[in-house]
């Protein structure tokens, strides 16, 4: 039996991992320790709270003395390090935190992963670390040229992580997805801002001319992605993770905007109101990158992992996930 340390499980992507983790791996038990910062909430994983092969601790990365305790108690052999700050946004406002979790944090479980003779090391990061490029695709080589500082912070403990595999042999990989969208995403993202606003009928801020090139990926992908890779990876790699599929941020709202409206009960008088004219042209955030784009062709080549959600569809099942909320919240 695979004992697995998840931090950061009850945030976005961390919560989805640990649910799909723990349908697939039915003699696995997973520790998921989380901070519940703003952006983490244990709804996120209601569906397995009482479930014995999983159990939860509230507790925050930075503090070692925390974290040894559970490594001592639990003996992981297998870390996905989910834990973040995780916001564009806030790191320009403030980066503090973000260094404080994004690399002292991380440093602190690599050191506690040494000492404990741990199997394997994931850490997530994300394309922002490579910055922008207006043709073709960053492969895993390519140069960091991060340009924000949550993109810094990430790079730094995607060095760091690598560091330890190069130096004291942890079995350290490092993972890069693309955006990711779907169910339960924290408001402040794209997606699901521009789907709550539009039923809110508020205005839709889009930065700049909304031209940005962002890759999606459906949360669940990657995920299955993780759990490909948990099973077959090189030590010391660096795997890209993405669908391939691009869109511009201003087509990606127009998309959601049609979806939502077609997706409200026909007596919903919202309806007719969710329409382009929400759109709110504001001032581009400070240092945007324009466009993003990686390729994920090691990835499959070495696992044999691909999509298996097709971007409209999966995009469809997050604007109804929405609604259903939206329903409920009604009620
Ligand atoms: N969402 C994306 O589009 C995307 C894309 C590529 C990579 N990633 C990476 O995936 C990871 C998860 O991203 P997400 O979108 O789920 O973010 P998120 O903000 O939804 O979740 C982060 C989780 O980490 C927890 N956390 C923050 N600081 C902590 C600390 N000090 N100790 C313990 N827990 C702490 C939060 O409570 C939250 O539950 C991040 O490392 C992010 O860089 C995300």
């Not at 870390?79 to 002292?104: L, M, P, Q």
Request: charged share 30%; with cysteine; aromatic share 8%.
């Amino acid at each position: 039996m695979k004992t697995y340390l998840i931090t950061g499980g009850a945030g976005f992507v961390g919560s989805h991992f640990v649910r799909i983790l723990h349908g697939a791996e039915k003699d696995a038990l997973i520790i998921n320790v989380d901070k519940l910062t703003y952006s983490g909430s244990m709804d996120n994983f209601k569906s397995i709270k009482s479930s014995k092969r999983h159990v939860f601790y509230r507790a925050d990365i930075c503090r070692q003395e925390i974290l040894e305790k559970l490594y001592e108690r639990h003996k992981p052999d297998i870390v996905v390090n989910f834990a973040a700050e995780s916001h564009v946004d806030r790191s320009i406002d403030s980066s503090r935190k973000f260094i404080r979790t994004n690399v002292e944090g991380l440093r602190g479980m690599l050191d506690l992963s040494l000492k404990h003779g741990v199997e394997s090391f994931i850490q997530i990061s994300t394309d922002e670390v490579y910055g922008p490029l207006s043709e073709g695709s960053f492969s895993e080589n390519a140069c960091l040229n991060p340009r924000n500082p949550y993109a810094a912070s990430k790079a730094a403990g995607d060095l760091l992580a690598l560091s330890y595999k190069h130096t004291h042999d942890l079995p350290v990989v490092v993972t890069r997805s693309a955006n990711n969208f779907g169910e339960n995403q924290h408001r402040e993202k794209l997606v699901p801002k521009i789907i709550e606003n539009e039923l809110e009928l508020k205005k839709i801020p889009i930065y700049g001319d909304g031209r940005q090139v962002r890759e999606w990926i459906y949360v669940k992908d990657h995920c299955g992605a993780l759990l490909e890779l948990i099973k077959n990876f090189k030590p010391g790699e660096i795997y890209n993770i993405t669908s391939g599929f691009e869109m511009e941020n201003i087509e990606l709202a127009k998309m959601l905007i049609k979806m939502t409206a077609k997706g409200l009960n026909g007596s919903d008088s919202r309806a007719k109101e969710i329409n382009e004219g929400l759109l709110d042209f504001v001032e581009d955030r400070k240092g945007h990158d324009f466009r993003y784009s990686i390729r994920g062709d090691k990835l499959r080549n070495d696992t044999g992992w691909k999509p298996a959600y097709d971007f409209e569809k999966a995009i469809e099942k997050t604007v109804d996930w929405h609604l259903s909320l939206d329903r409920r919240n009604g009620d």
